[in-house]
């Protein structure tokens, strides 16, 4: 028995040692300006801006084949951040600032068609086949790929009320203390 053990712990330090130095010799080196653009985007991986997930619309970003308002979950804060860290000036005077929102369905309307499943990215719709189906709130992230492909139009967005655990203060401004 204490043969056994020993060469199935031989076997483990061998291979763990060969695949140790097989990801050093072989690591695929990362764009550090990638890494830090993902870093500031939320990592909702939502696809709102037309990539699959943030680490493809950082990589559109630091290549410089996307504009810094490409987030619409991040808002104004996020494309700031981007074209601060970018270098580049951001038009921001027609960005509309949204609200954090889900997904909500109307149990009355729904024929349970499944296409609201398919189409979310963080599996938050659940239900079976001609079924009534429903949302798991904290699992949304608001993208609303849902509410524009239900054919009833069963799917409403709504906005996330505020709680003690999330409300924020705005501050006053410089001009307004004076």
């Not at 291979?15 to 653009?37: F, H, K, N, Q, S």
């Not at 709680?163 to 004076?178: I, S, V």
């Amino acid at each position: 028995m204490l043969i056994a053990i020993g060469s199935l712990a031989a076997l483990g330090a061998a291979l763990g040692t060969v695949l140790g130095v097989a990801a050093r010799y072989l690591a695929v080196e990362e764009d550090p300006l990638e890494v830090e653009l993902a870093a500031l985007l939320p990592g909702a991986q939502c696809g709102q801006c037309g990539y699959v997930g943030c680490g493809q619309a950082a990589a559109a970003l630091a290549r410089g084949e996307a504009p810094v308002t490409l987030c619409t979950p991040g808002g104004k804060s996020v494309a700031e951040a981007l074209s601060k860290r970018l270098g580049v000036k951001a038009d921001l005077s027609d960005h509309e600032e949204s609200v954090p929102q889900y997904a909500f369905v109307q149990e009355e309307l729904c024929i349970g068609c499944l296409r609201c499943t398919n189409e979310c990215t963080t599996d938050a719709i659940v239900g079976a086949p001609k079924q009534i189906h429903t949302v798991i709130r904290d699992n949304c992230h608001g993208c609303a790929k849902c509410f524009k492909i239900c054919p009833t139009e069963a799917i409403k967005m709504c906005q996330v009320p505020v709680t003690l655990g999330d409300w924020r203060w705005n501050k006053p401004g410089a001009a307004a203390l004076q």
